[in-house]
Structure formats: structure tokens, C-alpha cells
């Protein structure tokens, strides 16, 4: 359940201009890019990165305005938090390898930076778009759009 307070579906009429709203700067991508890395404490994040304090702190509090990251006490004497990815968070997977697999085919010449596999077989990750009718991977020119139950 999306609470009413992050997104105001009356502001949008498309589901992908509502998500850019949320997560749409680099800033914000590299954040989430971290988050799944592990990287989850402020100064860890500040320090890999190279942004600037006060932008980690605004974009980390957008994140978590759209609980997409909560923040976790780790030390109570100063306390000091880290930042953890709810399930909604989590839900950004799929869209974050896809933009990394896009950047390995498309702006890297000289091999991916980076090689995604799954844990339990060491296997490199492929990412595709499958039909949960029959299963089978579907292209982009096989793709159509329709009204949904939230369209005008």
C-alpha cells in the first residue's frame, strides 16, 4: 500500500513521470546503487560517492519521505543511523539492472564494470521483459500499451 502522503497520483498520468518524481536524479540513482551494494552508513555513502553532505542528506530524506529507505539506529552514544532499503526500496531492483545492463551494452566499450551473478550459482544475471502467461521473453517491438484502472 502506497501511502497518500508520498505520491499524489492526481499529479500524474503516467506511472514513469510519478517514479522520476521519486527517484529521477543521478544523485538518487547512485544512492540506491550503494544501498544494494551495502553500503548503508551515511559517511560510507558520502565517502564512495563524492557528493556533496548536504545533497546526500536532502536526496537520503526524499528516500525516505517515499519510504523507499528507513533509517536504523547502530550507536546509541552519539546515535548515529544507517540507511536500509524497505521492500518498496528493494522493488527497484529490476529497474536499476535494467539501466546497468542498458549502460553495459550501450556507454561502456570496454566491458561491463561491473558483473551481476546470482549468489547461489555464481551465474551472470541476463534481464529481460517475460510474459507470466506462457512464460516466454518478450522484445520491445512485441510490447503494447492499453488504459489501465487508473488511466483518464
Known amino acids: 500500500m502506497v501511502d497518500a502522503v508520498q505520491i499524489d497520483s492526481r499529479k500524474f498520468d503516467c506511472s514513469i ?12 540513482l547512485l544512492i540506491l546503487r550503494d544501498l544494494f551494494k551495502g553500503v548503508r552508513r551515511f559517511e560510507d555513502l558520502q565517502k564512495d560517492l563524492g557528493i556533496a553532505r548536504n545533497l546526500l542528506s536532502n536526496r537520503l530524506n526524499k528516500l525516505i519521505s517515499h519510504s523507499i529507505v528507513i533509517r536504523v539506529p547502530y550507536q546509541e552514544r552519539p546515535t548515529r543511523y544507517e540507511y536500509r532499503l524497505t521492500s518498496k526500496g528493494l ?15 550501450w556507454c ?3 566491458g561491463p564494470p ?5 549468489q547461489e550459482c555464481n551465474t551472470p544475471l541476463e534481464h529481460s ?6 512464460s516466454e521473453a518478450v522484445p520491445a517491438k512485441s510490447i503494447r500499451s492499453q488504459v489501465g484502472p487508473g488511466g483518464r
Open 91 to 105: 522493488d527497484l531492483s529490476p529497474s536499476l539492472v535494467a539501466l546497468m545492463h542498458w549502460g553495459d551494452t
Open 129 to 134: 521483459v517475460n510474459c507470466p502467461s506462457c
Open 108 to 110: 561502456i566499450t570496454d
Open 17 to 28: 513521470a510519478a517514479t522520476l518524481d521519486a527517484i529521477g536524479d543521478r544523485w538518487t
Open 114 to 118: 561491473t558483473v551481476l551473478v546470482h
